[in-house]
């Protein structure tokens, strides 16, 4: 079956980086993208990116460029996301999703990750 | 950006009950390219439809989406106690990939 799991729930003081990891099983890893979407504390969520897993491209959120990168390592069929530049409205749980699309940009998602509590204090 | 306006932010209604849930964007959704998540206290969020109207393997029937343009609807015809919770649309025609603000659908 379709796994996404990702790595534990992390701590990080203002002004750092955060690199989480999702792990993806049960499927062809390449014929999928994946984006990475967060969610505050109470509150709704956000789409940051996504990036295809067939040929690395990937597209930001405007809101994210300069300070995010997405990568995948089709060895071990593993996505990473790296949020740089920490601030305390970052502290968000970030879930990585399998979306549908592997090579034309965003679509939708049908798997998600079981999230990662990314935490932001002094 | 595309921002979605669900309503009502909150609906109360019993099991048995039929639930409407509205999704409004601030400009068309280019070939209804709308999504609705199911999300339960502290798990990921469900796929139920895309494409507006399809619904996502293992969804059952009484689970039904519509809409075009800027208006989209969920319904679920008759709620089942697992049926109580938060529902959010997203669109995935124009980036950023924005979601609503979520509809909390509460057993009254």
């Known amino acids: 079956q379709v796994q996404l799991v990702q790595s534990g729930a992390e701590v990080k003081k203002p002004g750092a980086s955060v690199k989480v990891s999702c792990k993806a099983s049960g499927y062809s890893f390449t014929d999928y993208g994946i984006s990475w979407v967060r969610q505050d504390p109470g509150q709704g969520l956000e789409w940051m990116g996504w990036i295809s897993a067939y040929n690395d491209n990937a597209n930001y959120a405007q809101k994210f460029q300069g300070r995010i990168t997405m990568t995948t390592d089709t060895s071990t069929s593993t996505a990473y996301m790296e949020l740089r530049s920490l601030r305390s409205d970052d502290t968000a749980v970030y879930y990585c999703a399998r979306d549908l699309s592997a090579v034309a940009g965003s679509t939708f998602f049908d798997y998600w990750g079981q999230g990662t509590l990314v935490t932001v204090s002094s | 950006e595309i921002v979605l306006t669900q309503t009502p932010g909150t609906l109360s209604l019993s099991p048995g009950e039929r639930a409407t849930l509205s999704c409004r964007a601030s400009q068309s959704v280019t070939n209804s390219l709308l999504v609705w998540y199911q999300q339960k206290p502290g798990q990921a969020p469900r796929l139920l439809m895309y494409g507006a109207s399809s619904r996502a393997t293992g969804i059952p029937d009484r689970f039904r989406g519509s809409g075009f343009g800027t208006d989209f609807t969920l319904t679920i015809s008759r709620l089942e106690p697992e049926d109580f919770a938060v529902y959010y649309c997203?669109?995935?025609?124009?980036?950023?990939?924005?979601f609503g603000q979520g509809t909390k659908l509460e057993i009254k």
């Open positions: 997203q669109q995935y025609a124009t980036s950023p990939y924005t």
